[in-house]
């Protein structure tokens, strides 16, 4: 069974730097076809996927937020680390990460059509000063 | 703006048969690549319900289908209950924007 949890800093203030951490069991990052995303969601608002690090190390951001955003992780833990510098209130979302894998036809260097099967429960950080 | 496109709302009477949209375009689903639908209950997570355009994971009811033609996808959903009441989302991967993306959701009200 794969579980995810997030966790972090609930309140932030603006220009702050946020690290989040995603705590994951019953899957290892150092086995081929895995990856774990980040994804969050402002309060009443669309999911937005922010980044994504596969088994190999290989990484993707969000082109509107690369500048911020660093995702890296601890297969010895089962962690993968989120940090965001810069906050701003408009970054005042539920943070999710998710398990990710490509679909059983296609192989793991499918790297675009990885999906997003497993989510944690979400973390919600507020920016406010 | 979300690069795909879904209604913001659509109601049924239980029993009845709905359908979500969602248009993208030729940088992605146009493209090839693959659609994915959530489903996410009032305060819950969102929940995976079809991924590869088509693919029901074990535990969603074939109740729900799920298709992709061109540049649009469609989630369906038959025998219409109380208990689907919830915002969807189709998710895919964008060339141009270089990133998986998301629609804007619709709110499925059961009336």
């Known amino acids: 069974q794969i579980t995810l949890k997030e966790s972090g800093p609930t309140l932030m203030k603006p220009t702050q730097t946020l690290t989040l951490t995603c705590t994951f069991s019953g899957f290892s990052l150092s086995t081929g076809g895995v990856g774990v995303a980040w994804i969050r969601q402002p309060p009443g608002k669309a999911l937005e996927w922010l980044a994504l690090i596969y088994w190999n190390d290989d990484k993707r951001y969000s082109p509107s937020l690369k500048s911020r955003l660093t995702i890296t992780k601890d297969t010895s833990k089962n962690q993968v680390l989120l940090t965001m510098t810069n906050m701003d209130p408009v970054d005042t979302a539920t943070y999710y990460c998710?398990?990710?894998?490509?679909?059983?036809?296609?192989?793991?260097?499918?790297?675009?059509?990885?999906?997003?099967?497993?989510w944690g429960q979400g973390t919600l950080v507020t920016v406010s000063s | 703006q979300s690069v795909l496109t879904q209604p913001p709302s659509v109601s049924g009477a239980p029993g009845q048969r709905v359908t979500i949209s969602c248009t993208g375009s030729?940088?992605?689903?146009?493209?090839?690549?693959?659609v994915q639908w959530y489903q996410q209950l009032p305060g819950t997570v969102p929940k995976l319900l079809f991924y590869?355009?088509?693919n029901r994971p074990s535990g969603v009811p074939d109740r729900f289908s799920g298709s992709k033609y061109g540049t649009s996808a469609s989630l369906a959903i038959t025998g219409l209950q109380a208990e689907d009441e919830a915002d969807y989302y189709c998710q895919s991967y964008d060339n141009r924007l270089s990133g998986w993306v998301f629609g804007g959701g619709t709110k499925l009200t059961v009336v």
């Open positions: 998710a398990h990710s894998i490509p679909p059983y036809y296609l192989d793991s260097s499918a790297y675009y059509h990885y999906y997003f099967d497993s």
């Open positions: 590869g355009n088509s």
């Open positions: 030729s940088s992605n689903l146009g493209a090839g690549y693959d």
